[in-house]
């Protein structure tokens, strides 16, 4: 897509959506999600990255690159605050999940993050680089693990939310939208 299109395309986006990348459009209250707060493992998202965060330096990269809220980035006297928050752990990433978003069992979760991971490629988020025809082979990947099993349906509409909220990348942001845009046209979510 040249620059013009680029330009016409994202000035659609603003006008259906919003500015979806302002900081007010990344609270949750406005997307309604605080009532469902048990159904996410924010828990388990913050032991995942706990555990990774040793070796990789993760969890720093994930609190550093100011995605997160103001109480959640204060600096205490043992480094940074681990504790992600939900609205958090929802905004855009160029680093794979550690763990499923929402609450399943663990082998769900194992299938969750490669979905994450997908999405990153299909994105253009993660380091290597996927032909049209990859892009369209885990476009049907992720609608077949979709229609499959109800939990993962809903664990990638959260995953396409995630990558779709404060993403700085016009490029991987309107691939986000494209798939959302398929995903809700082949299967609603099933709560």
């Not at 929802?90 to 979760?109: E, Y």
């Not at 664990?155 to 939208?177: C, D, I, V």
Request: charged content about 25%; glycine content about 8%; aromatic content about 6%.
């Amino acid at each position: 897509m040249n620059e013009s299109g680029i330009a016409l395309a994202n000035g659609v986006l603003e006008e259906q959506y919003g500015d979806c990348d302002s900081p007010k459009a990344h609270r949750l209250p406005a997307l309604g999600l605080e009532s469902h707060h048990g159904s996410f493992q924010v828990d388990g998202f913050n032991r995942a990255l706990q555990r990774g965060s040793t070796s990789s330096g993760k969890l720093a990269r994930f609190l550093s690159l100011g995605k997160t809220s103001p109480e959640h980035r204060k600096n205490t006297a043992g480094g940074w605050d681990s504790s992600v928050s939900l609205d958090d752990m929802l905004l855009h990433s160029v680093d794979p999940i550690p763990t499923s978003l929402l609450k399943m069992p663990s082998d769900q979760a194992t299938k969750a993050v490669k979905m994450f991971n997908s999405l990153l490629k299909f994105t253009g988020d993660a380091p290597c680089e996927v032909s049209d025809i990859q892009q369209m082979e885990i476009a049907q990947k992720l609608l077949h693990n979709g229609l499959k099993r109800a939990e993962m349906k809903d664990e990638l509409y959260m995953h396409l939310l995630k990558q779709t909220r404060g993403n700085p990348n016009f490029e991987s942001k309107l691939r986000a939208w494209q798939l959302f845009h398929l995903v809700a046209s082949t299967m609603p979510p099933s709560k």
